[in-house]
């Protein structure tokens, strides 16, 4: 029996120990696909990573912060009238002392104020408007939607009128305060707020509605309630009592870095 099956030869006999790189490449993908998985499984920690259900998206961050805000000023409210009894207290000032310092604290804004007042009230137009009168373009998003200029102009017709205190919101205006807004939101002193938006002013009604219609502002924002429908609303409310502003009263300043 001839033994050249049991030798390697020189012939087309194949040969036992020749490379085969598809077995290293399924070795590989192996590999890889088991260090994805661990990969996976390390950074999930028993989560679904294929949903944001629990990621705290920005606008909860902002609505949490603005909550928040709010109950420290009626805390701070509590305080500052607690401070102010002990003070009335035992402070041994005269009467006269009394009545000034009382009288700042009414030109400040932070007591109560109560008289005879107006509210106007604004309001973004439907989505789907369009232009109610000929010669006027179809509106663009930027047409329907409440700016921080409208917000203004109202707030400084009302104090050009003599108004003696403003509410924006449920919150008093003092002279500190800043109306911004921030995309389709007001933002005031740390609070969060959406339209409709509605301000309260008191002082000599007759006196404020003049001042509204007088104000160059406004009359271009009465151009968009005619044609797109933006919101506008004047109302007499009669006597109204404006909450004290409760909010810290520090200013607060850019420093130089040194």
Wanted: charged letters at 20%; glycine letters at 8%; a negative charge.
């Amino acid at each position: 029996m001839s033994n050249s099956a049991d030798s390697p030869g020189t012939g087309s006999s194949p040969v036992r120990g020749r490379f085969r790189p598809v077995r290293v490449l399924t070795a590989a993908v192996f590999a890889l696909a088991g260090l994805i998985f661990f990969t996976s499984f390390n950074t999930a920690k028993g989560t679904n990573i294929r949903t944001d259900a629990s990621l705290l998206k920005l606008s909860d961050l902002i609505q949490e912060r603005s909550h928040k805000n709010g109950q420290l000023n009626e805390s701070n409210a509590v305080l500052r009238d607690d401070v102010e009894a002990l003070a009335e207290r035992d402070d041994g000032s005269t009467r006269a002392e009394d009545d000034k310092l009382a009288a700042l604290e009414r030109n400040a804004g932070t007591q109560k104020l109560t008289g005879e007042a107006i509210s106007v009230t604004l309001n973004d137009a439907p989505p789907d408007a369009t232009a109610k009168l000929p010669g006027y373009p179809e509106p663009q998003p930027d047409y329907l939607v409440i700016h921080q200029q409208d917000l203004q102009a109202v707030v400084n017709a009302l104090w050009q009128s003599g108004a003696k205190g403003i509410k924006v919101m449920d919150q008093r205006l003092i002279s500190t305060s800043a109306v911004r807004c921030v995309g389709n939101t007001l933002i005031l002193q740390g609070r969060v707020y959406s339209p409709p938006y509605k301000i309260t002013a008191v002082g000599d009604p007759e006196e404020m509605q003049k001042a509204l219609a007088a104000s160059p502002a406004i009359q271009n924002y009465m151009v968009y309630v005619n044609v797109y429908g933006l919101g506008w609303k004047v109302t007499e409310d009669g006597t109204v009592t404006l909450p004290g502003y409760s909010g810290t009263v520090d200013l607060q300043y850019a420093k130089p870095v040194e």
